[in-house]
């Protein structure tokens, strides 16, 4: 059974910069074969969903969304069956609660199999 357990959110200024860390544990043998990404949910946007931040595959490639791209880095570490987050030059806007997915097939698909409980990014 796969869990995943994000940390390292919190509250910051514009400008400053968090890292998320997002554990897989159960099936640790595969994590270099997953497709992950970071998902965030704003407050107030519940009935939209989550967008996709970024995401990786098991090549190691990666993709952003426009509003982070140049700002954030997505990576991993098979070693330590964790996936990051760098997000730097933090803006009000990326204020919401982070989700780390996880998905055995690649690509990612729509509903990843595996989930976070999520941690929460303020930016003020």
């Known amino acids: 059974h796969v869990q995943l357990v994000e940390s390292g959110g919190g509250s910051v200024q514009a400008g400053g910069s968090l890292r998320l860390s997002c554990v897989l544990s159960?099936?640790?043998?595969?994590?270099?074969?997953?497709?992950m990404a970071w998902l965030r949910r704003a407050p107030g946007k519940e009935r939209e969903g989550r967008e996709k931040?970024?995401?990786?595959?098991?090549?190691?490639?990666?993709n952003y969304a426009d509003s982070v791209k140049g700002r954030f880095t997505i990576s991993k570490d098979a070693a330590k069956n964790t996936l990051y987050l760098q997000m730097n030059n933090l803006k009000p806007e990326d204020t919401a609660m982070y989700y780390c997915?996880?998905?055995?097939?690649?690509?990612?698909?729509?509903?990843?199999?595996?989930w976070g409980q999520g941690t929460q990014v303020t930016v003020s």
């Open positions: 159960g099936h640790t043998s595969s994590f270099s074969s997953y497709c």
């Open positions: 931040v970024a995401g990786i595959d098991a090549d190691g490639n990666t």
């Open positions: 997915a996880a998905d055995p097939f690649c690509p990612l698909g729509p509903v990843p199999p595996y």
